[in-house]
C-alpha cells in the first residue's frame, strides 16, 4: 500500500532529552512537511523540505532539527530546547506542484 | 491578519440539514485551495479540491470566489458522520508551503 507512515504513535520525553518521530512516504514526493498541533487549535508548520538535502524552517522551527537525506525519510528531533513539545506531531508530503498534501497518522508526544 | 481565516462554530445542525462553511484567504497570489476533514485524534484527510468553476462530490459542493478572496463548503442532508472539523487549506504554489485555517467543527445530531 502506498502511503506515510509514523513511528511511533506514541512518545514519552523525559526532561532533557532529545527525542525523534519517524516519518516515511512511499509516494515518491518530493516534498514533505512537519506540523504541530495543540488541542483546539490548527496545523503550525515546523519544517519543510522541497527535495533530497534540503529543508526551509516554518513558523514555529525553534527547538527543533529536521534531515532529509533520502527522498522517502523526513525525521524530526524534538529538542531539549523545545520547552513545551506536548502535541499531536503530523507528516504530510506533497508531489511539490501545489498539489494535495497527504498526512500520515500522526505521533503523539507527551512530557513525562 | 492571518492567511486564512474560518469561523470556529461549533455548527449543531440536525440530520438531513444543509449546512455551510466559509473561508477567506488574504492573498491574493494562492492558487490552490482545498478541503480537509479532521476527526478528533486523527490525520487530516483530504475531502475535495477547490476548482474555479465550482465542483461538486456528492452531497459534498466547494466554491471558490478569487475576487473576494474567499472558499465555501456546502454539505447537503447531513448524515451524523459527516460530525468532523473541516479544515480551509490554501497553497502558493511558487513557495510550495500550505496555509491551514484553524478548522470549523461541525456536530451533526440524530
Known amino acids: 500500500d502506498g502511503g506515510i507512515t509514523q513511528s511511533p504513535k506514541y512518545l514519552f520525553r523525559k526532561e532533557g532529552q532529545n527525542v525523534t518521530l519517524s516519518c516515511e512516504q512511499n509516494?515518491?514526493?518530493?516534498?514533505m512537511y512537519w506540523y504541530r498541533q495543540d488541542p483546539g487549535q490548527g496545523l503550525r508548520l515546523i519544517y519543510y523540505s522541497q527535495i533530497v538535502n534540503d529543508f526551509q524552517k516554518g513558523d514555529i522551527a525553534e527547538g527543533y532539527s529536521v534531515s532529509r537525506e533520502k527522498k522517502e525519510s523526513f525525521p524530526l528531533t524534538v529538542t531539549s530546547a523545545q520547552k513545551n513539545p506536548t502535541a499531536f506531531y503530523l507528516c504530510?508530503?506533497?508531489?511539490?506542484?501545489?498539489?494535495?498534501?497527504?498526512f500520515g497518522p500522526g505521533t503523539r508526544l507527551l512530557v513525562l | 491578519r492571518k492567511e486564512v481565516e474560518q469561523d470556529p462554530g461549533p455548527f449543531n445542525v440536525p440530520e438531513g440539514a444543509t449546512v455551510a462553511f466559509n473561508c477567506t484567504y488574504s492573498?491574493?497570489?494562492?492558487?490552490?485551495f482545498f478541503w480537509y476533514r479532521q476527526d478528533c485524534r486523527k490525520e487530516p484527510k483530504l475531502l475535495m479540491s477547490v476548482y474555479s468553476s465550482g465542483n461538486e462530490d456528492g452531497r459534498f459542493t466547494a466554491q471558490l470566489n478569487r475576487a473576494s478572496q474567499y472558499i465555501s463548503l456546502l454539505i447537503r442532508d447531513s448524515k451524523l458522520s459527516d460530525s468532523a472539523t473541516y479544515l480551509c487549506?490554501?497553497?502558493?504554489?511558487?513557495?510550495?508551503?500550505?496555509?491551514f485555517g484553524s478548522g470549523t467543527k461541525l456536530n451533526v445530531k440524530p
Open positions: 504530510a508530503s506533497s508531489t511539490g506542484n501545489g498539489e494535495t498534501q497527504y
Open positions: 509516494l515518491n514526493h518530493d516534498a
Open positions: 492573498n491574493s497570489a494562492s492558487q490552490s
Open positions: 487549506v490554501v497553497n502558493r504554489n511558487n513557495f510550495n508551503k500550505f496555509y
